[in-house]
């Protein structure tokens, strides 16, 4: 392949693969806006969509409202699903273990080159397993009867915040670290296990990333359009290659000459590409600021609810306001929490079935009372996240499933595909664009190799 020869980029989908694509593409050695077009196509026009009304829409203001690299409104859409919706933790424990390594080292050059410590909050951190036993909320009792609101207002606080001695010998009788004082240690937590530490495990802000990586890329000649939801990918006679791309914008149908076609459309790549598997499933999160910020660490938590305990929403149960009543029985949930330095915490819950794949991320449907669970599971272990936090956002989106899938597809030439990256999207996206550029750039894949993630191994 040689390096002058033209080429009509088309990226499908402005998620954290198809802009860490786009960003890569942009830094290959045989990259020139002169001969090469790249344009990123993303189908959403808003991130709000998969939000309740009352979230806030723009978490760039919070880390830092100063910053030039403020929100783009153009951009608006990028990130707007799972992307922007995910925890970000980042780990060289992750799988697949072919593409971990490369991947978490290019985060750190990434936050080094950019500023990302202050750009999309980049930083090392700890991950821990925690066993826990939840509180009840205020106006619930083990019982089974409501109390007040007003006695439960008045009931003594048991944060383990209170007594910063206490709660101290109580961490270390469980060998838990001293400054994970944000979990009630008196009452909540029963059992600590180490899993990752700021030599193996870091975070980003994911959404502030993917945006970065669009507005990075946009800078060195992607042409970004949002709104642009593709339709169709044409195919030469026989199918031998890749010409063009078709997608609807404001209501009218485009069609834009395509050599190399790169699908990241994430959960909705099978749409476009029946033979590649990537499946769909729900998950809602929540961000919760907290009243200063808290220690940097990822809780995989186990919580038991006693009796008495609101139910959490079973998983068929479908746009229910948290109707089931207190819980008959102790229950064991696994809520993920993620400390982040922009004063936040996100909180994620188990995934569901419930509600099909939408058309675009502005349909995701958002159940509320999946949301308000994870609230008060959070809040029972820890009063920062719980009576004196505040919440900022609930959210649904879908996680993509099946793979990562990273190449060629079939004997079609330039069709690629960059999806199905499971809950380590985060952690694998640079190592996936960087991948990519290679394949669209040198024929085949130089960084890493591609072992499960080759598509092929799949049709
Ligand atoms: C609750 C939760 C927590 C997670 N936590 C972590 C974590 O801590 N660490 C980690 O590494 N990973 C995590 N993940 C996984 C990670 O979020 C995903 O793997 C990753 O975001 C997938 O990125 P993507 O770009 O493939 O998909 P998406 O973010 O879904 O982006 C795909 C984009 O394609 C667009 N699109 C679709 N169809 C079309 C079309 N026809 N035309 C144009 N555009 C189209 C969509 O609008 C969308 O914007 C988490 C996921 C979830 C759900």
Not at 313 to 329: C, F, I, N, Y
Request: aromatic fraction near 6%.
């Amino acid at each position: 392949m040689s390096e002058g020869s033209q080429k009509d980029i088309t990226i499908i989908g402005g998620g954290i693969i198809g802009c860490s694509a786009a960003y890569y593409l942009t830094r290959h050695p045989s990259y020139s806006p002169e001969t090469h077009r790249v344009t990123l196509l993303e189908a959403s026009t808003s991130s709000s969509g998969g939000r309740t009304k009352d979230s806030i829409s723009d978490p760039a203001t919070l880390a830092d409202p100063n910053t030039k690299w403020k929100r783009n409104p153009a951009h608006d859409g990028i990130a707007g699903g799972a992307s922007g919706k995910a925890g970000g933790l980042l780990a060289l424990w992750a799988f697949p273990s072919n593409i971990v390594p490369l991947s978490f080292g290019l985060h750190e050059e990434l936050a080094k080159e950019h500023d990302g410590e202050r750009r999309w909050g980049y930083r090392r951190c700890y991950a821990s397993q925690v066993e826990c036993r939840a509180r009840l909320p205020p106006g619930f009792s083990s019982d089974e009867s409501k109390i007040t609101a007003a006695d439960a207002e008045t009931a003594p606080s048991k944060g383990l915040h209170k007594d910063h001695k206490t709660a101290i010998k109580a961490l270390k009788k469980i060998g838990a670290p001293e400054d994970l004082d944000w979990l009630d240690t008196e009452q909540a937590l029963v059992a600590y296990e180490g899993m990752g530490t700021p030599n193996n495990t870091a975070q980003v802000h994911p959404e502030l990333f993917t945006r970065s990586m669009a507005q990075l890329a946009e800078e060195k000649g992607v042409k970004i359009v949002t709104g642009a939801r593709v339709t169709a990918i044409n195919y030469s006679k026989g199918g031998d290659s890749v010409e063009s791309v078709t997608y609807e914008k404001e209501g009218n149908c485009e069609t834009l000459p395509t050599t190399d076609c790169v699908v990241a459309a994430g959960p909705w790549t099978s749409r476009l590409l029946p033979n590649v598997p990537v499946t769909a499933s729900r998950a809602h999160s929540v961000v919760i600021q907290t009243p200063t910020p808290v220690s940097a660490y990822a809780l995989f938590t186990s919580i038991a609810l006693p009796s008495g305990f609101p139910t959490p929403t079973p998983e068929k149960a479908r746009g229910s306001k948290a109707a089931q009543g207190p819980l008959k029985r102790s229950q064991v949930v696994e809520p993920e929490i993620y400390a982040r330095p922009d004063g936040t915490a996100y909180a994620c819950g188990p995934t569901d079935q419930t509600v099909k794949l939408p058309l675009t991320n502005a349909e995701v449907e958002v159940d509320e009372a999946r949301c308000d669970d994870i609230i008060s599971q959070v809040g029972g272990i820890s009063d920062e996240l719980g009576r004196d936090g505040k919440v900022l956002a609930k959210q649904a989106c879908y996680l993509p499933q099946g793979g990562p899938w990273i190449g060629p597809v079939g004997n079609t030439r330039g069709l690629t595909v960059a999806a199905g990256h499971t809950c380590w999207g985060i952690q694998n996206a640079p190592g996936t664009g960087k991948l990519l550029s290679e394949i669209v750039f040198d024929g085949a894949a130089k960084s890493a190799r591609l072992g499960g993630c080759d598509p092929s191994r799949a049709l």
